[in-house]
């Protein structure tokens, strides 16, 4: 069993550390079959301070990926990709979502109309909203982000609960209703082991919703949202256990954009 690892940030973000060279010598150490970069694409200016690469830096980030591809093809596999944020931004330019040189490119929402709601300076809003609502219209945003096409990997799906807030109501029947029209193979919804690390001490997404996207014949893949070679691979062993729980006997790999098996 090789898996892989499909959400890696780098220093390019300004909110993580370490160089590439070291979160893949972590994935080979990890006995990962796969490691795929996928740092957050360019968000305006305004909002980007510590959070995102400026535009001019997209390139050298894909230079940097492939070229240490190419030194460690013989030993790990390293996809190249991006995290975009959803709704999109011009600030990443539109032909990324063509282009050969990418392999996968992960769809999130970090932000409801405006409001970085997973970022810790900004928890207290969630005191001044409804709470239903608020996860009504986060999960309104990821079906738009679904529903469009763009993106191999749904990133961190009820990313919402980060800091332990919880709806009044059941939100399953809402994911069902993402998902059962997707005719997109080439997609599939990250187990993200980061929530583990985070007040919610849980992955994202939920085990209700695993077992809902596996009903509907939604493919998983895994990441960990490392933010340093540390985190490379981060409680694979449970995400596994928890989507064999689930009856997923196979995650998602990606090259060239297009999804392929590997065998749990
Ligand atoms: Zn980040
Ligand atoms: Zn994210």
């Known amino acids: 069993m090789r898996l892989p690892d499909y959400h890696i940030h780098t220093e390019l973000c300004g909110h993580a550390t370490g160089a590439v060279e070291e979160y893949i010598e972590a994935a080979i150490g990890a006995?990962?079959?796969e490691i795929g970069f996928s740092d957050h694409a360019p968000l305006p200016e305004e909002l980007r301070e510590g959070i995102t690469m400026p535009p001019e830096k997209t390139e050298p980030y894909i230079a940097m990926v492939q070229?240490?591809?190419g030194r460690y093809r013989d030993r790990i596999e390293v996809r190249t990709g991006f995290e975009v944020d959803f709704p999109l931004h011009s600030t990443f330019d539109s032909s990324?979502?063509?282009?050969?040189?990418?392999d996968f490119i992960i769809g999130s929402c970090h932000f409801i109309d405006g409001w970085p709601f997973?970022?810790?300076e900004f928890m207290k809003e969630f005191e001044r909203r409804?709470?239903?609502?608020?996860?009504?219209?986060?999960?309104?945003?990821?079906?738009?982000?679904v529903s469009s096409g763009l993106f191999n990997i749904i990133g961190h799906l009820d990313l919402v609960k980060k800091f332990g807030h919880?709806?009044?109501?059941?939100f399953t029947g809402t994911i069902g209703e993402i998902f059962k029209n997707s005719t997109n193979r080439d997609m599939a919804v990250e187990i993200n082991t980061a929530g583990l690390r985070k007040?919610?001490?849980?992955?994202?997404p939920s085990r209700d919703i695993i077992d809902t996207l596996f009903r509907l014949n939604v493919p998983v893949t895994l990441g960990s949202d490392s933010h340093c070679p540390g985190e490379v691979g981060h409680e694979f062993g449970s995400a596994v256990e928890l989507i064999r729980r689930a009856g997923y006997r196979k995650v998602s790999g990606f090259k060239k954009r297009k999804r392929y098996d590997i065998r749990l």
Request: aromatic share 14%.
């Open 130 to 145: 409804d709470i239903d609502e608020t996860y009504g219209r986060y999960y309104a945003i990821v079906k738009d982000l």
């Open 166 to 170: 919880r709806p009044t109501r059941d």
């Open 199 to 204: 007040p919610v001490a849980e992955m994202y």
């Open 31 to 33: 006995s990962l079959g």
């Open 67 to 69: 070229d240490a591809a």
């Open 96 to 102: 990324y979502f063509s282009d050969p040189r990418l």
């Open 118 to 120: 997973d970022h810790p």
